[in-house]
């Protein structure tokens, strides 16, 4: 971050926004170039298992010699739908279904069947211990067909997947025609799967995911108590950051980052969805393999380089307005208390995109053997949403922070020292100059709520420019002067009177200072906010 403050100094507005069209350009052309071809893959035309339609042939006229033993040469349709839903743990199902499934098998040589052992026949799905077998099948005329029947209760313990079908005459299995393979013998199971399944599947996710998580939180601990804690402004009470805020803050300002904030979401939701497909599909399918990412790659990357983008720019452009006194979730929205609405879309979209990925992962995990796949204009969506909020933060000034706030030393001389000449000095960063800076003051209740009835207002005249900003001359400055003699705002009583109940507030942290730049962007002290992170410049009076 220091190497990035210091580039960004060198480098001047002349250079800066060519470089920043660049990088915009760049992240435009690989969301819509550079996917192409990942998309293409996904979205090339693939072979789908029609329904078979089973045509039992006719006998041929001409003559031909075939064996006596029985043999199998198609099964149809390849799909069967099993109303019983799946489940891991045994339960209790009523009301399912009591539909009859047909299978119909063709081949050469089968015998009528009869209640005698040497011509029974037997058709099985699937492999010893979970198989469904049945003796409910009729043959044709000719022997070339047969018509099994299973039922549901049959088909119950039967699990999800291809199942190899086998036809057994008298206990012997039968032959396969020598021009087939046995792939070819095979049908899909396809049942829905129960809640409590996807509840525990959905734990196990939980599980590993908070694991991931505590394993980074550990490692970044030792950093976290390096930092203050915050005070509530509500309460009073000094109450610690989570870690969630923690992550999300933005030390300079004392406000959650939406950078920040869309890369940890979209870093969540990848690796929640890809562990829930990979523990789901191992339990429920038992296929065991890495889970294709479907552009979700692409997606992460967007998120990234918007992160580092974001940072960058903030260290040339400066940061935003750090507006009300605590960090909260209205951060996300607004630059220096206003709401920005290219930051607006950027969470709308964010939301919206990673809203849906979970909803379809969840109805289609049962099937799916990759991650939902991300349409090309969704990728195209993402990097230009996020190359709006990039230009809304290069193109808005920085916005005002306050550092600190000193009174001078001793109120009470105003009493033994009528010709006193009292100050109140803020010191911070991007504040704007004495002329077009305005200066808000309000005490709070004992619940820290704003009166209103004594909100005033500090004119221009009553403030001065102590300390320029060298980085940005003639536009922001470092600290600002508030003299309260001759203040025409002040209530109609004896100013000095005023000037002493005013540092009692002070003293007592009773007093909220708000100060508004010239493009509306402000930044609120109350004594609470304790900033450890940013320059703490000493005020000094020039008297």
Aim: hydrophobic share 40%; charged share 15%; aromatic share 8%.
């Amino acid at each position: 971050m220091h190497l990035f403050k210091i580039a960004g100094k060198r480098i001047s507005k002349k250079y800066f926004y060519p470089l920043l069209s660049l990088v915009l350009a760049c992240i435009l052309l690989f969301t819509s170039f550079g996917v192409g071809q990942a998309q293409e893959e996904e979205s090339s035309p693939q072979s789908t298992a029609a329904p078979t339609t089973t045509v039992l042939q006719q006998p041929s006229s001409d003559a031909l010699t075939v064996a006596d033993v029985a043999s199998i040469r198609s099964v149809s349709p390849k799909e069967l739908y099993v109303s019983i839903p799946q489940s891991l743990v045994p339960e209790s199902f009523r009301g399912y279904s009591q539909d009859k499934l047909n299978l119909v098998i063709t081949g050469n040589n089968f015998p009528k069947t009869d209640s005698s052992s040497q011509k029974r026949i037997t058709v099985r799905i699937g492999n010893p211990p979970d198989f469904a077998a049945t003796n409910n099948v009729r043959v044709t005329e000719d022997g070339q067909a047969v018509f099994a029947t299973f039922s549901n209760a049959q088909l119950r313990n039967l699990p999800r997947g291809t199942h190899p079908v086998r036809v057994e005459v008298a206990g012997n299995a039968t032959s396969i025609d020598p021009q087939i393979t046995e792939d070819q013998l095979q049908v899909n199971i396809s049942r829905p799967i129960s809640n409590l399944t996807t509840l525990i599947v959905f734990g196990l996710t939980t599980l590993t995911t908070l694991l991931l998580i505590g394993i980074i939180y550990l490692l970044a601990k030792e950093s976290k108590r390096s930092n203050a804690p915050t005070k509530s402004l509500k309460s009073g009470i000094q109450k610690e950051l989570n870690a969630l805020e923690w992550l999300l803050l933005e030390r300079q300002t004392n406000t959650f980052s939406l950078a920040r904030t869309q890369f940890l979401w979209w870093l969540t939701i990848i690796v929640f969805g890809y562990l829930f497909l990979f523990i789901g599909r191992g339990i429920i399918q038992n296929i065991w393999e890495f889970i294709p990412l479907s552009g979700f790659a692409y997606t992460f990357l967007i998120s990234l380089v918007t992160l580092v983008t974001a940072q960058a720019t903030s260290n040339i452009r400066g940061t935003k307005g750090s507006g009300d006194v605590n960090p909260s979730w209205s951060d996300l929205v607004v630059h220096g208390g206003v709401v920005a609405l290219e930051r607006v879309q950027q969470v709308v979209w964010n939301l919206i995109i990673g809203i849906a990925f979970i909803v379809i992962l969840l109805v289609t995990y049962t099937t799916a053997s990759s991650l939902p796949s991300i349409p090309q204009e969704i990728l195209v969506l993402m990097g230009i949403s996020a190359g709006g909020y990039i230009s809304g933060k290069a193109v808005r000034k920085a916005g005002p922070n306050i550092t600190q706030v000193v009174l001078w030393d001793e109120p009470q001389d105003l009493f033994h020292n009528p010709q006193a000449n009292p100050y109140l000095t803020i010191s911070g960063e991007h504040l704007s100059q004495a002329g077009s800076a305005i200066v808000q003051i309000v005490y709070l209740d004992e619940s820290n709520n704003e009166k209103p009835e004594t909100r005033i207002e500090v004119k221009q005249e009553n403030l001065c420019t102590i300390e320029p900003d060298p980085d940005y001359p003639g536009e922001f400055c470092r600290k600002l002067q508030i003299n309260f003699s001759g203040m025409n705002a002040l209530p109609d009583q004896q100013w000095y009177e005023w000037l002493q109940v005013f540092g009692d507030n002070f003293t007592a942290q009773k007093v909220k200072i708000t100060i508004i730049n010239a493009d509306g962007q402000r930044s609120v002290w109350d004594g609470t906010n304790p900033v450890p992170e940013r320059k703490m410049t000493p005020a000094q009076s020039p008297y």
